[in-house]
């Protein structure tokens, strides 16, 4: 059992756009943060993700970078970073910053050289090509819609952009652009950070060729980019320069569209690549075959055989991250609860699964006070440059109607993660004495952080328990994983197992009140509730136990047979 902080680290990630704001100027900020760290030691996260704070336009809210070494003048100063590093440390918090370098934004400084000719130094720092037949390079689709490809009038050739056309795929194909990436990965690390959660890090090695997809007009072109031919190679080279020479470096690698025997490859222990990845293939359940946006119903099935395969996958080498939303994803209560009557209930459950698997939880900020999603009534009051660009692909071209488009939206937009945390039952949730970059669920005088922190039964002082007990159970961290009830439609139970020591783990997973029937193998001599999400009598026999909505139970067992 190989022990190290970041396997039994709870991580909580901030968006600092909406997350708080000290300047009244409506957009959240370094000071804003600094403002809440005794909140985040009092919850007791023991790391932080903060998303891009970097120098940027804001065409993709932060993730288009202009300058790596420079902080956004809404966010602040770098003496505002330093000091709220220095808070984080003072108080036993990890800082992990995002590392965005499958593209940059085509305002930094390499991209404008770059775009000056085609024998420019910077040139080969990104992705050019002229074009085929009169049309672009290949038929790649953007990751935001429309071709993936841009063309430009100085040059007479196409940049490559998977995402914005404002975001040109930086080439890795290139040393001198790796040796630069290196360099500045080490001068956040000499300046005192924990490490980097990696954006989109598996596309960063393409096929050379970059061949067609497909037939389409445009066509999804991952095959190509995703999980590419030099990636390992890379990651490789980037551990033996920069991560291997620095104590302690925390790395997760955000990875769309990878598989659990791949992740063992990016994550071995003796790999010498990343600790963990954050794989999508849960987020991608409730879509239909027209992709994020046509939704469909999910069943426990669908969840719990991912959960299942990815627990299983990297049981013995390698490490999972355990999420059910972030920044790019809706609310977890809302998507997997129910944000109505049950919404304590269900944020409770959905806790519970997230910190008794195997693996690092992460806690998306407002998580844990139960946001929501949120509903806004005009496409105009939407920010998010994904959820624009279908709405008007949706609605313009291909006629559909704005009711349907907008309850995708509802349901899946990035949005819903955006809206300003909400402190507390001031104007805006306290989170700006401004007028917020977007506007803040409405809820806020209901759902906020204070009445959290005050309530004992709130889903604040849950969190803070399971937390608790994580610091103090090895098992919760180093324990054995296995399921039980597998076919279940209700249920998801599991074991973890440690030495001798035995926890069972029981989730009604919906609203409709189910009936668990103990299994055979886990007649034991006693037991001891360790935590619920409802009063439960302790002396009560769970040999066949009639669960409540959304009920959430954990017991260890002694004496099991």
Do not use: C
Not at 16 to 25: A, T
Not at 217 to 245: C, T
Not at 420 to 432: E, I, L, R, V
Not at 484 to 495: K, Q, R, V
């Amino acid at each position: 059992m190989n022990k190290a902080f970041w396997k039994e680290a709870v991580v909580y990630q901030i968006y600092p756009r909406s997350f708080k704001d000290s300047n009244g100027d409506g957009i959240g900020d370094l000071r804003g943060i600094i403002s809440q760290l005794d909140y985040l030691k009092d919850l007791g996260v023991n790391v932080v993700w903060l998303s891009p704070v970097y120098q940027s336009p804001n065409d993709d809210n932060g993730y288009d970078i202009s300058h790596y070494q420079a902080i956004m003048d809404e966010f602040g100063t770098i003496a505002d970073w330093e000091e709220m590093l220095e808070e984080m440390h003072k108080r036993g918090i990890k800082l992990i910053m995002d590392l965005v370098v499958n593209h940059s934004s085509d305002e930094h400084d390499w991209f404008v050289k770059s775009r000056q000719s085609k024998d420019n130094p910077y040139r080969d720092y990104y992705i050019w090509r002229p074009g085929k037949d009169e049309r672009e390079p290949n038929n790649w689709v953007s990751v935001f819609s429309g071709s993936a490809w841009e063309w430009d009038e100085k040059t007479g050739e196409y940049f490559l952009h998977i995402f914005s056309k404002k975001q040109p795929d930086l080439n890795w194909e290139n040393p001198k652009l790796r040796q630069e990436i290196y360099d500045m990965m080490k001068w956040w690390l000499d300046k005192g950070i924990d490490g980097f959660r990696m954006d989109v890090i598996n596309f960063i090695s393409k096929v050379p060729e970059l061949p067609d997809a497909g037939t389409e007009r445009y066509a999804w072109g991952g095959d190509y980019f995703m999980n590419g031919p030099r990636i390992h190679e890379f990651l490789q080279e980037m551990n033996r320069e920069v991560l291997s020479k620095y104590d302690d470096v925390m790395t997760v690698g955000e990875m769309p569209g990878v598989t659990a025997e791949e992740a063992k490859l990016y994550t071995g222990e003796n790999r010498n690549e990343l600790q963990m990845v954050f794989q999508f293939e849960h987020m991608d359940i409730g879509s239909g075959p027209g992709g994020k946006w046509d939704l469909a119903p999910w069943t426990l099935h669908q969840l719990r055989g991912i959960l299942h395969k990815w627990q299983e996958g990297l049981a013995n080498d390698g490490w999972n991250s355990l999420y059910l939303n972030n920044h790019d994803q809706p609310r977890m209560v809302s998507r997997f609860g129910d944000d109505g009557e049950h919404r304590v209930e269900s944020a409770k459950m959905l806790a519970t699964l997230l910190h008794t698997l195997k693996g690092t939880p992460y806690i998306y900020q407002g998580e844990e006070i139960g946001m929501t999603n949120v509903k806004f009534d005009s496409i105009d009051r939407y920010k998010d440059i994904e959820t624009l660009n279908m709405y008007r692909d949706a609605v313009g071209q291909q006629g559909k109607s704005v009711e349907q488009v907008m309850e995708s939206i509802y349901v899946k937009g990035r949005d819903n993660a955006r809206t300003p945390m909400q402190w507390d039952a001031s104007d805006n949730g306290g989170f700006t004495t401004g007028t917020p970059w977007i506007e803040t669920n409405s809820n806020y005088t209901t759902i906020n952080a204070e009445l959290a922190v005050q309530d004992p039964q709130s889903i604040f002082n849950y969190y803070k328990k399971l937390i608790a007990l994580r610091k103090r159970h090895d098992i919760m961290v180093y324990g054995d994983y296995e399921l039980l009830l597998e076919n279940h439609d209700s249920i998801y139970a599991y074991t973890r197992k440690l030495g001798e020591e035995v926890w069972l783990v029981i989730l009604n997973f919906f609203k409709e009140p189910v009936k668990f029937e103990l299994p055979a193998q886990l007649h034991h001599e006693s037991r001891e509730l360790i935590i619920s999400n409802y009063e439960v009598d302790s002396k009560e026999s769970i040999a066949s136990v009639s669960l409540r909505p959304y009920e959430a139970r954990v017991y260890r067992l002694q004496g099991v047979q």
